[in-house]
């Protein structure tokens, strides 16, 4: 091979495309071969299969230097990931809690093809069954996911959401945070499960794991605890078949390695962590045989179509976004936090505390732009660390609090905090009855749980206290789309993100087979540009190929 030092040059007879967008055009045309040949005039490449003649030399006499293969965005990944959940791409929105992965965001997708998981966490059993039921009528058939979060402070709004998605009929669950397995994702999981005309056990309930640690990710890929098994089949939840057929599955058919996300996260670099779980996967298979090798997907960081790249070139059978789809039109985020994600940097994130695990210190990753959640929130923790109860707060802090964060009387606060447990979860009133420890971590939870919903709705005189979940992907995005009209909030469509994210990540890839064949990518060529669809184009189907001999 010959084209290791010399670049690329589109000039000459017989390649009418002399700048750098001829080039570009050719490397993005993914439905058609890219051939890289040499000519009297230098070193040109041809889309299409065969390469236009020029002056002196006749037709097909070129020496053929380096060739890489067509390439649309749905060969990359696992067939079988597409396969299992109806879908075009390999690809998947992820869950993002309180309604902000909307019903409109998971509907726009499976429109288009995708996967993408409604925002359920947080949320109110008859807000998830409205979004059931509009799911049931708007997108029959097509796939969805629905978030399910472990709550082992309020272990009542887990059991009731399981209820309501087999209630529902739901096929398919993102679970998320998950420390343990719990009696609640076990019961969802074996629910499903009926035997096959072959005698083997068939999944009608999926289940995608969103994990960051190997211990957790084992308990998802290995068959159900038996205990667990037993104490669900005595409360008569499952079938006595169905607690045979536990013995034969995992927990978890898809695995998603969660790296350095926004909301709960352990901020672990996806080189490093992805590399170690597809190694247990593999473990696990060879020890189980499963007749249905459990996959394994990417998620965290991924806001550019080189991450998506690198994320499928490690080995993921599927990429999973979240940060990005925040920002896009159909999220269930306000105007004004869509904006204050358009402008984040790659560094303008931050761990605060959790609101549904703060008395474990469990922080998750939001913006730090724009807003002081993340230091008020950790000035709560540090408090609820040092003092047994409201009242021993020093009264300085405690005016500090009132004036600054609540904005009102800490007993008006434990006053609303009492009403809304009495319509939610009782029994958090009843634990939190003789112990004042507890009703301080509710007070201080109310400040956590009321800043991400005026984030949600825009509470103009709330902005500094907005709560917004966010990893560095939003940075990476927004500065892959700064030449672009994704630039603007407005033109980002969920479905359009994902589209460009797929098809620069094939691109990419496309583009790492031809430097390992030696040949030098133009700087001016080597970047996907996102630029808007056609009229009536869908986001989920190919682009227009250029056709042979179109350079």
């Not at 700048?19 to 299409?48: K, M, N, S, W």
């Not at 970047?527 to 184009?537: F, H, N, S, T, W």
Request: charged share 20%; glycine share 10%.
């Amino acid at each position: 091979m010959t084209t290791a030092t010399t670049p690329l040059h589109w000039q000459g007879p017989g390649y009418p495309s002399t700048d750098p967008a001829g080039v570009y055009q050719v490397l993005a045309d993914l439905e058609h071969p890219c051939f890289v040949v040499r000519t009297p005039q230098g070193i040109g490449a041809v889309a299409g299969g065969r390469a236009l003649p020029s002056a002196g030399a006749p037709a097909g006499s070129r020496p053929l230097l380096a060739a890489a293969a067509p390439l649309p965005p749905q060969r990359l990944g696992s067939a079988a990931f597409r396969s299992a959940h109806g879908v075009r791409q390999p690809y998947m929105a992820g869950a993002m809690a309180g309604g902000i992965a909307s019903a409109d965001l998971v509907i726009a997708l499976a429109r288009e093809g995708y996967l993408a998981s409604f925002g359920a966490a947080g949320l109110l059993p008859e807000s998830i069954g409205k979004a059931l039921d509009r799911f049931a009528t708007q997108i029959p058939g097509l796939p969805f996911a629905v978030n399910l979060i472990h709550s082992p402070s309020e272990e009542r709004l887990e059991r009731e959401a399981v209820e309501l998605f087999l209630q529902h009929g739901v096929r398919c669950v993102e679970a998320s945070a998950y420390l343990a397995l719990s009696p609640h994702i076990v019961r969802y999981r074996l629910a499903g499960l009926r035997q096959g005309p072959d005698g083997r056990p068939v999944a009608e309930h999926r289940v995608i794991a969103k994990i960051s640690r190997t211990e957790t990710a084992e308990r998802f890929m290995r068959p159900a605890p038996a205990a667990l098994v037993a104490d669900l089949l005595a409360r008569g939840q499952i079938s006595p078949l169905q607690a045979e057929l536990a013995k034969y599955v995992p927990v978890a058919e898809d695995i998603t390695v969660e790296a350095d996300s926004g909301g709960h996260t352990d901020r672990r670099p996806l080189p490093a962590l992805l590399p170690s779980i597809l190694r247990l996967r593999d473990a696990v298979q060879r020890e189980h045989r499963y007749p249905v090798p459990i996959r394994v997907g990417a998620a965290g960081g991924l806001g550019s179509p080189v991450a998506l790249a690198a994320a499928f070139a490690m080995g993921a059978a599927y990429v999973v976004t979240g940060s990005v789809n925040q920002s896009c039109v159909e999220s269930g985020a306000s105007k004004a936090t869509k904006g204050l994600l358009a402008e984040a940097g790659i560094a303008d994130c931050e761990m605060a505390p959790a609101a549904d695990m703060f008395e474990m210190g469990v922080e998750l990753q939001v913006l730090k732009k724009g807003t002081l959640f993340p230091m008020r929130a950790k000035r709560l923790y540090e408090l609820y660390q040092a003092y047994g109860s409201l009242e021993q707060i020093p009264a300085e802090d405690r005016a500090r609090l009132e004036a600054q964060l609540f904005r009102r009387p800490l007993a008006e606060v434990w006053q609303e905090c009492e009403g809304y447990f009495r319509r939610r979860d009782p029994e958090q009133l009843a634990r939190a009855a003789d112990n004042p420890k507890r009703r301080m971590a509710l007070v201080f939870r109310w400040y956590l749980g009321m800043s991400s919903r005026w984030s949600t709705t825009g509470d103009p005189e709330r902005t500094l206290d907005y709560q917004i979940w966010c990893g560095p992907a939003m940075g990476s995005f927004n500065d892959w789309v700064t030449a672009s009209y994704l630039k603007a909030p407005g033109n980002r469509r969920v479905a359009e993100v994902a589209h460009h994210l797929m098809r620069g990540a094939a691109f990419h890839t496309r583009l790492a087979a031809l430097r390992t064949a030696g040949v030098q990518i133009p700087a001016s060529a080597a970047d996907y540009r996102p630029v808007p669809l056609e009229a009536g184009a869908h986001a989920g189907t190919p682009g227009r190929g250029l056709g042979e001999g179109a350079l």
